[in-house]
């Protein structure tokens, strides 16, 4: 079993930075992909980013490409979400989320989860 058991979050002004971690027990996440993904109210959970297990491959969603990198640490076994450029419509909850095996977009394709840490951006 892993539990992944994500920080970071808070309040930030539209423009400011956030770095979100997530931190994996149980087992080691070193050959799991690893993804980003983010659930405002009344809306479905999306994918935004994710990283492959040796930290080769990463891709984002449109919506933040080009803002936000997601990294990893395999010695630290935790994967981080640096967040710049922030917007009022990234606020949402995010969740970090692993998987044996390769990069994926879906969130069922997630074999674990954490409970989320949110994330609110004021304009």
């Known amino acids: 079993q892993v539990q992944l058991a994500e920080s970071g979050g808070g309040l930030v002004q539209a423009g400011g930075s956030l770095r979100l971690s997530c931190a994996a027990s149980g087992r080691t996440v070193s050959t799991y992909a690893m993804g980003w993904f983010r659930q405002a109210p009344g809306k479905e959970r999306e994918f935004v980013a994710t990283?492959?297990?040796?930290?080769?491959?990463?891709d984002y969603a449109d919506s933040v490409e080009g803002r936000f990198t997601i990294s990893r640490d395999n010695a630290k076994n935790t994967v981080y979400l640096q967040m710049n450029s922030l917007k009022p419509e990234d606020t949402s909850v995010y969740y970090c989320?692993?998987?044996?095996?390769?990069?994926?977009?879906?969130?069922?394709?997630?074999?674990?989860w954490g409970q989320g840490t949110q994330v609110t951006v004021s304009s």
């Open positions: 989320a692993a998987r044996p095996g390769g990069t994926r977009y879906l969130v069922k394709d997630y074999d674990y």
């Open positions: 990283i492959s297990w040796s930290g080769a491959l990463t």
